[in-house]
C-alpha cells in the first residue's frame, strides 16, 4: 500500500514530495476534500513547500471531507498520500501528493473544525465545497429556508461550511487574535465576497449580529478563480496507479488533465509561496472568473446535457462530435463571451484552447457529474450572459437548447428513462413539474423559469424565451437529438 514507508520503493520516474511529510505542520484548513482540491491546492502547497524548504513545513493542510468519511479513514491509512495522474493526450506523468497533513471528516465531533480554525497557527482556510455548498438564492445571498442551514442553526456541532466558518470565527473573535485569511476555490462568481456575505447572513439568522458586524470589519476574503479539469477517480485509474507505482496499491489516485491555473485577489496574511507552481496574484479576479465561469463551466453545462441526450456521455466524446463540438465552440465565442473583458483574439484563443482540453481523450469527464446541481449553477454559468445577451439583441441560441436540454433530463427521469443519476437540490420540484405538465413543453418552461431560486427575476422578453425554451424542448422529444444538432449548425 502507498504510504511513508513505500515510498523508497517506488520506480524512479514517479514524483514525490521533496520534503519531509511526517514533519509537516497543519497552518491551512481546508474545507471539502474532493478530487479537485487534491488536485489542485494540495498540488501548489506541495511545490510551495518544497521551495520554501524548513520553512514551508508549516504550510501542511489539515484537509476536511464534507461527506465521505471512507475517504478521510482510507488517506489516514495512506500516512495521507496519493498519487496524482497527470492525464496529457498521450501518456501520464505520476506524482505522489504529500502536502496533506492531515485528514479529517467534517461529520466527526473529534475533528472538532470550528476549534481547529481558531488555532492561532491556522492562518488560511480553503474551500473547495461546490456552488451547492453555499446554499444561495439566484441573486447570491444565502437561502434561509436551505434544510441544511437550517439544521446547522439548532444544532451545536455545525456541518455545512457555512456554519463551521462561523462558529469558528466566533471563536477567533471570543479568544483575540487575527482570523485567519478565507480562501474560496469555488466555481461561484465572486466567490470570495459571496462568501463573506454568506457566513454574515449565516450569523445575523443565528442571532449574532455582532459576529456579523465583526466579520465585515476584520476578516478577509479574497476573491479567486481556479481551473483544472479533474474527473471522478475509476477503477482503471487504480489499476493504472498500481502499475506506475511499481505494484504498490493506492486506492484513492486522483486523474487530472495538464492544465492548471490559480488566480487570486489581495492577499493579506502569510501564505505559502503558491507561485512555485505558477498562482498568480492580481487585484482583477473578476476578468478571470466570469471568462472562466462563462466560457468553460458554461459550456462543460451545455456539453453535458446535451451530450448526454445525443448518446455521448463524456465530455471528451461530446466535445470531438462535429456538429455539437461546433456548437459549444460557436456557444462560448458568441455567448458564453458576454461581459468578458478579453480582446476578441483573447476570445478566440482562449476558447479554442477549452475546446482542445475538452476533447483530450485521456480524461473521462461524465456528463453525469458535470450535470450535477445545475439549479445551483445556472444564474452565473448561464443566465448573467443571456440576459446580457437578450438585453443587446444577440442570439441565444446555445443558452436556449442549454436550458431545454437540461428540462429534457428531468422530463426523462420522472419517467424513468434516463440512464443516468441525476442529483440537483432543487430534483424534488423539478421532476414534480415535469410530471405535472407531461407532454406539455411550454408550461414545463413555464414553471421551470418561473422557479426564482434558479432564474431569479423573469428574463427579459419572457414570454419570447418560454416559447423558445418549448419549441427547443418538444424538438429534442420528438426528433432525434444528432438529427437537431446538425440542423442548428447548419
Ligand atoms: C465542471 C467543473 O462539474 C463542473 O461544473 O464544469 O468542475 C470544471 O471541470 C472545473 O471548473 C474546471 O476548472
Redesign the pocket.
Known amino acids: 500500500m502507498l504510504d511513508r514507508a513505500s515510498l523508497t520503493r517506488l520506480p524512479a520516474n514517479i514524483h514525490l514530495p521533496r520534503f519531509d511529510t511526517a514533519r509537516l505542520r497543519p497552518g491551512i484548513l481546508h474545507l471539502g476534500c474532493g478530487n479537485?482540491h487534491r488536485a489542485h491546492q494540495v498540488v501548489a502547497t506541495q511545490a510551495a513547500i518544497a521551495a520554501e524548504g524548513e520553512d514551508g513545513l508549516r504550510w501542511g493542510i489539515a484537509s476536511a471531507t464534507m461527506r465521505r468519511p471512507e475517504l478521510s479513514h482510507q488517506l489516514a491509512r495512506q500516512d495521507n498520500l496519493y498519487s496524482l495522474l497527470t492525464r496529457e493526450p498521450h501518456g501520464t506523468v505520476v506524482s505522489v501528493m504529500g502536502a496533506i497533513a492531515e485528514a479529517l471528516f467534517a461529520g466527526d465531533e473529534r475533528a472538532d473544525l470550528p476549534s481547529r480554525l481558531a488555532d492561532p497557527e491556522t492562518r488560511i482556510v480553503t474551500l473547495t465545497v461546490?456552488?451547492s455548498g453555499y446554499y444561495l438564492t439566484a441573486d447570491g445571498r444565502l437561502n434561509a429556508d436551505a434544510g441544511d442551514i437550517r439544521a446547522d442553526l439548532r444544532r451545536g456541532t455545525p456541518r455545512t461550511a457555512l456554519g463551521i466558518l462561523a462558529a469558528g470565527l466566533g471563536r477567533v473573535r471570543a479568544q483575540g487574535g487575527a482570523p485567519p485569511v478565507i480562501l474560496s476555490c469555488d466555481?461561484v462568481a465572486h466567490n470570495g465576497g459571496t462568501l463573506a456575505q454568506a457566513v454574515m447572513d449565516f450569523a445575523s439568522m443565528g442571532g449574532d449580529e455582532r459576529l456579523a458586524g465583526w466579520i465585515a470589519e476584520n476578516v478577509r476574503f479574497p476573491d479567486t478563480m481556479?481551473?483544472?479539469?479533474?474527473?471522478a477517480t475509476t477503477p482503471q485509474d487504480i489499476e493504472d496507479a498500481r502499475h506506475a507505482l511499481g505494484g504498490v496499491e493506492d486506492a484513492i489516485p486522483v486523474p487530472a488533465e495538464p492544465?492548471f491555473?490559480w488566480v487570486i485577489g489581495e492577499f493579506d496574511g502569510p501564505r505559502p509561496r503558491w507561485e512555485a507552481h505558477g498562482a498568480q496574484f492580481t487585484n482583477d479576479v473578476a476578468t478571470f472568473e466570469r471568462a472562466?465561469l462563462q466560457m468553460?463551466?458554461g459550456a462543460?453545462?451545455l456539453l453535458?446535457y446535451i451530450g448526454a441526450l445525443a448518446g455521448l456521455p463524456t465530455i471528451a466524446e461530446a466535445a470531438t462530435d462535429p456538429a455539437l463540438g461546433r456548437i459549444a465552440a460557436r456557444f462560448m465565442r458568441e455567448e458564453q463571451n458576454a461581459g468578458v473583458a478579453f480582446a476578441p483574439d483573447d476570445i478566440t484563443r482562449y476558447a479554442d484552447a477549452l475546446m482542445e482540453r475538452f476533447r483530450n481523450p485521456a480524461i473521462v469527464?461524465q456528463a453525469e457529474?458535470?450535470?450535477?446541481?445545475g439549479s445551483a449553477?445556472m444564474a452565473a454559468?448561464v443566465l448573467a450572459p443571456m440576459r446580457a445577451n437578450i438585453e443587446a439583441g444577440r442570439p441565444t441560441t446555445g443558452a436556449t437548447l442549454l436550458i431545454a436540454g437540461w428540462i429534457r433530463w428531468f422530463a426523462l427521469h420522472e419517467q424513468d428513462a434516463l440512464d443516468l443519476a441525476v442529483a440537483d437540490p432543487h430534483a424534488g420540484t423539478l421532476r414534480r413539474i415535469c410530471a405535472e405538465a407531461r407532454h406539455d413543453h411550454r408550461a414545463q418552461a413555464e414553471a421551470f423559469l418561473a422557479m426564482e431560486d434558479v432564474f431569479g427575476s423573469p428574463l427579459p422578453h419572457h414570454e419570447r424565451q418560454v416559447a423558445a425554451i418549448a419549441g427547443m424542448l418538444r424538438r429534442l422529444t420528438d426528433e432525434s437529438v444528432p438529427d437537431v444538432l446538425r440542423d442548428i449548425v447548419r
Not at 457529474?369 to 446541481?373: L, Y
Open positions: 479537485f461546490t456552488a466555481n481556479v481551473d483544472r479539469i479533474v474527473p492544465w491555473q472562466k468553460l463551466n462543460h453545462m453535458a469527464h457529474r458535470i450535470g450535477r446541481n449553477k454559468r
